[in-house]
Nanobody, 129 residues
Framework: QVQLVESGGGLVQAGGSLRLSCAASGRTFGSYAMGWFRQAPGKERGLVAAIGYVSSNTAYSDSVKGRFTISRDNAKNTVALQMNSLKPEDTAVYYC??????????????????????WGQGTQVTVSS
């Protein structure tokens, strides 16, 4: 069982930055791939960024590539999403999620195909124009 708690959301102007954090419970954090998803009103939830067993195994959606950076600290059981150059279209509820498995892929489609078993409660990010 893994419990995930997100923090760091808020209101920011376009062009600004936010850093989201996700704290995970459990002693086997390193054996999970972690993903950040987002859902805007009236839209489906989609994968924004994911990270595998090591920090070099990352994947991003095209809409955030070059602006967002996902990272993890297995010693602290945390995963972060650094969001720079934010745009109004980044406004959404952001969710942290965990998928079982020691993943060593950098394929976005692969991370999309995983079954994410555990989810956080979400944190609101609002970007004003």
């Amino acid at each position: 069982q893994v419990q995930l708690v997100e923090s760091g959301g808020g209101l920011v102007q376009a062009g600004g930055s936010l850093r989201l954090s996700c704290a995970a419970s459990g002693r086997t954090f390193g054996s999970y791939a972690m993903g950040w998803f987002r859902q805007a009103p009236g839209k489906e939830r989609g994968l924004v960024a994911a990270i595998g067993y090591v920090s070099s195994n990352t994947a991003y959606s095209d809409s955030v590539k070059g602006r967002f950076t996902i990272s993890r600290d297995n010693a602290k059981n945390t995963v972060a999403l650094q969001m720079n150059s934010l745009k109004p279209e980044d406004t959404a509820v952001y969710y942290c999620a965990a998928a079982s498995g020691i993943i060593t892929s950098s394929s976005y489609r692969y991370y999309q195909s995983l079954r994410y078993e555990y989810w956080g409660q979400g944190t609101q990010v609002t970007v004003s124009s």
